[in-house]
T-cell receptor, first 115, second 110 residues
Framework: DGGITQSPKYLFRKEGQNVTLSCEQNLNHDAMYWYRQDPGQGLRLIYYSQIVNDFQKGDIAEGYSVSREKKESFPLTVTSAQKNPTAFYLC??????????????FGPGTRLTVL | RKEVEQDPGPFNVPEGATVAFNCTYSNSASQSFFWYRQDCRKEPKLLMSVYSSGNEDGRFTAQLNRASQYISLLIRDSKLSDSATYLCVVNMDSSYKLIFGSGTRLLVRP
């Protein structure tokens, strides 16, 4: 059963804590992405990775960090430096070169709330 | 100016109506265009890609106007199940980076 899994589905964090959101895929896709979505707004790109051990900042990378040690995994850490982290976080994949250039696949998302 | 702009709506239409959404993009070198659908509190899912010649999938028609830098989505014979937010998505260059519009909300009423 191929797909993208994100965990946890809901996450609550106290101010000042770092938290890590998990994203795992078994689609064998090269590229992986992290987006943030706030109520009534579109998706904003945090980080993306086209290959293992390489990643680039998106439009709102400040206060976030990522790693891409394995093709299947692209965890996102929300650090205490992120001033307003409450949002819906979406992980996505893209087949990459040689694959279909038509669709970015999304995981079910993680809702992060800072208490 | 935003890279991708959409009318946020909401568009409130009766069942059976025809509704059209437009989306403008700022980068004339943009290469690929898509419409995604997002249901409330769910992840976005691809509705259709947009090709230069225009394309149709059942009740949905997408068109691209490169000269005016906009894409459109037409929904005919609206169903209650069409109620969702429709996201316009553009690939600006040869990278794998996609730019999302903020979405247009559609409400189809009985």
């Amino acid at each position: 059963d191929g797909g993208i899994t994100q965990s946890p589905k809901y996450l609550f964090r106290k101010e000042g804590q770092n938290v890590t959101l998990s994203c795992e895929q078994n689609l064998n896709h090269d590229a992986m992405y992290w987006y943030r979505q706030d109520p009534g707004q579109g998706l904003r790109l945090i980080y993306y990775s086209q290959i293992v051990n390489d990643f680039q900042k998106g439009d709102i990378a400040e206060g976030y960090s990522v790693s891409r040690e394995k093709k299947e995994s692209f965890p996102l850490t929300v650090t205490s430096a992120q001033k307003n982290p409450t949002a819906f976080y979406l992980c996505a994949t893209f087949p990459g070169a040689g694959g279909s250039y038509n669709e970015q696949f999304f995981g079910p998302g993680t809702r992060l709330t800072v208490l | 100016r935003k890279e991708v702009e959409q009318d946020p709506g909401p568009f409130n239409v009766p069942e059976g109506a025809t509704v059209a959404f437009n989306c403008t993009y700022s980068n004339s070198a943009s290469q690929s265009f898509f419409w995604y659908r997002q249901d409330c509190r769910k992840e976005p899912k691809l509705l259709m890609s947009v090709y230069s010649s225009g394309n149709e999938d059942g009740r949905f028609t997408a068109q691209l106007n490169r000269a005016s830098q906009y894409i459109s989505l037409l929904i005919r014979d609206s169903k209650l199940s069409d109620s969702a937010t429709y996201l316009c998505v553009v690939n600006m260059d040869s990278s794998y980076k996609l730019i999302f519009g903020s979405g247009t909300r559609l409400l189809v009423r009985p």
